[in-house]
């Protein structure tokens, strides 16, 4: 194999005047971001994580429903396989841990994407037309920032019944508000750059404009607060959870088995403490990942 | 209205651009919480005409409007009154569908040269843009052609099309920002102060660079700068703004060499000279105090408060643009008699 600037050097010396790689503004990113110890090691950590979770059933003999009548709330025992013990009900935790990882990664990845796509859309396009649009639309975004989020919850639920995908509404719904918040007030400083104004000067349409321009210059402080709301999601998600107002039983999250282990803290330790691991593992791996992106995306801003 | 020419052998050439009594008038909001919204009058009633080939400057201090003026004729500001005709044709309220074939003959170059590229694409995509815009239709390889081409052409090489902004230098920046304004071969340019931004051994590259382009390709160009030497070395004929209103529209011969306006002397007699013997001792015209606030501008001929010679007709009366040679037009009272 001949390596690339093996490559070049022969080429040139063909006489063919090879193209040149530049190095983006997102790979010096990834660059840096992988000198970040703290975020490598987390995004190892996480995918271990995230491998269990979508690996879980192969991983136990159990699954995540079935009722060990032999073993009633008994301790982590690697003979029997129960290797993080069994709840009240006889189940197997570890695999039970796995599934509420689940859960919470899904809630967290998928509240986030919603949250992304509308609030980068919604931010962006206030942003870029400003003026009376701006302003209706932020408006608007101020509203529902009033709107209580328990109270939001409590009435989705009565109307439409305990269901998890009310979760992803609810906390789609909320998160949203925030990232359109950001991306707004990127695109405004943004709006009146030159650059800007030379795709103006060319006849680019606006919707070019905003997504070709003002959405990969804004990415930056974008992923950034991604990061930091997905834990922000999956703790919402357990306390939600935590009151009982969550996922459905048999299924399970980490909110719902970090409450039922808080009831029988003194009795069965364990059913508190690996749930709460995991919890609080996912939580830093991606607030150090979070500080990793902000780091390298911004390195003026260290 | 006056029709002047800039150069001998094109005396029946009409011109591709002309400007009418163009305004740009800003609201600020009111002092108070229900003042009434005042008004910035950033332009206040710009004749010009431009011709095939030409190149107008436009100079006058910061804030005298300047980059709004040429920012109005490409229709990036919306104009509050007055003509921009194209070709003839007046495009000021014009609608979006109806500009849009128009902006592939009207291009523009900025101050900053890294600002005015996107940090987030590369050089090729970036060149290639107002192409891919209007000529849709070429299809991927000739247009990487002719970025290719047009690279070569502003001194770059095209091997870096892959490059981003980042990478290059000032003056390499604002040749990527030339090469963009001149891949669709538009007939006016504006540029916005191309090379102040840029040290003087790039200074002279870019100016001669765009020069080359010109007659090349029979650009017109309206330099907007505040560096008269380099708008006496690039300009046929010269434009002298302050506070939005034009003092005085000459050929370049003539407001060098007999400046009529006391704002124009003013302005010549700062340019320095580089013999130490005559600069210490010719005449120079300082003026006082700073340009007036364009939201409340003085009444009469906006340059009085400043004027050496201002006299009580100055404060009642606006001069209009006079001709006093066929080259040159001035707006003052007394330009007779100073």
Known sequence: MMNKSEKTAMLEAAGAPVEIEGRSLWRDARIRLFRNKAAVGSMIILGIITLLA?????LSPYAYDQIDWGYIQEGPNWENGHIFGTDGNGRDLFIRVLFGARVSLAVGLLATSVSLVIGVTYGAVAGFFGGKIDNIMMRFVDV????????????LMVVFGRNIFLIFVALGAVEWLTMARIVRGQTLSL??????????????????????????????????????TIPQVILTESFLSFLGLGVQEPLTSWGVLISEGAKVIEASTWMLIYPAVFLALTLFCFNFIGDGLRDALDPKDR | MTVMTPKSGTQDTSPILSVRDLKVHFAIPGKGLFAPDRQLKAVDGVNFDLYPGETLGVVGESGCGKSTLGRAILQLIAPSGGQV??????????????????????????QDPLASLNPRMTIGEIIAEPLVTHKPELGKEEIKARVKRMMARVGLLPQMINRYPHEFSGGQ???????????????LIVCDEPVSALDVSIQAQIVNLLQ?????????????????????????????LYLGNVMELADRDNIYANP?????????????????????????????GDLPSPISPPSGCVFRTRCPFAKDKCASEVPKLDRVSDTQEVACHFHDSL
């Open chain 2, 212 to 240: 080359e382009l010109q007659r090349e390709f029979d650009l017109s160009l309206i330099f907007i700068s505040h560096d008269l030497s380099i708008v006496r070395h690039i300009c046929h004929r010269i434009m002298v």
């Open chain 2, 173 to 187: 920046c604002q040749r990527i920002g030339i090469a963009r304004a001149m891949i669709l071969e538009p007939k």
């Open chain 2, 85 to 110: 005709a194209w070709l003839g044709k007046n495009i000021v309220g014009s609608p979006h569908r109806e500009m849009q074939p128009l902006r592939r003959d009207l291009q523009i170059i900025f």
């Open chain 1, 54 to 58: 979508v690996f879980a059933p192969l």
């Open chain 1, 191 to 228: 709006r009146r750059r030159e650059f800007i104004e030379a795709a103006h000067a060319t006849g680019v349409s606006n919707f070019k404009i905003i997504f070709r321009h003002i959405i990969p210059n804004v990415l930056g402080p974008v992923i950034v607060y991604m990061t930091l």
């Open chain 1, 144 to 155: 529902l920032y009033s709107l209580p989020f328990m109270f939001f919850v409590i009435m």
């Open chain 2, 260 to 288: 009529r306006h006391p704002y124009t002397k003013a302005l010549i007699s700062a340019v320095p000279i580089p013999d130490p013997e005559i600069e210490r001792n010719k005449e120079r015209i300082v003026l006082t």
